[in-house]
């Protein structure tokens, strides 16, 4: 198929893009990678009157590590991420990039138009709120920042303004037990379930843990996994546990991928392989 009429613009720096974001109006779109964008448009599942091009814009694709923790510039390739020498707190991210799409895709689509994209089982959005990440607008009113668990709102819904574009995505802590895993029908689809996880173990105990998933609700779906895993040791058993407890918190949907009921049964299995990973990372 091909996509309804549209209007392309090219922008050369990231006030250029929001000029044309703010001149073109609600129905206007972002194009950096195209990955998840182009597929929709060819299909009409997405119409945006205009494409606002930023594949060019200088400045916004880099990976960096300061007192303010990792930044991920908004152009920044999945294939970056992947092949990043980033610090031993944040290695869970170019671990989790395997997972995205097909190698083209990943040297192609970009991390912030992932987390743009608002897709539920996204790899980058699970981790974003998995560790407490930050999402950085910029827009005619200035910059801002929104933190990855008030961002996504449903499914393809975040809370960026029509005129605001993402610039970067900041990670401000570490976490050296994290891992994702999840289960496609095919490797490089999009998950039916996907776990993140993190875990903090003292003395073979788990002192603190956070659990995500995604494809089991509209938006990546934090589980409150404490009661499961706090003061109890770390060991298979638990995560046995840690994974029953988390398919008896959701009610997911059915679909063509999969019942509610195998979507419980897939976050079981899924969670306690993540914190069984998480724990030997």
Known sequence: MKPAAFTYHRAHDVREAVELLT??????????GGQSLAPMMNFRLARPSALVDITRVPGLDYLRHDADGLRIGALTTHRAVETAGVPDGFRVLPRAARWVGHYPIRCRGTFGGSIAHGDPTSEWCLLAVLLEAGIVLRGPRGRREVPATEFFHGFFATAAEPDEMIVEIRFPGAAPRAALTEFAQRQGDFAVVAAAVSLTIEDGVCSAARLVLGGVDPQPAVVDADQALVGRSANETTWRAAGELAAESIDPPSDGH??????????????????TEAATS
Do not use: P, Q
């Open 23 to 32: 001149e073109l109006g609600d129905e206007a779109k972002i194009l950096a």
């Open 258 to 275: 999969g019942s509610g009921a195998y979507r419980k049964r897939l976050a079981a299995t899924l969670v306690s392989r993540a914190f």
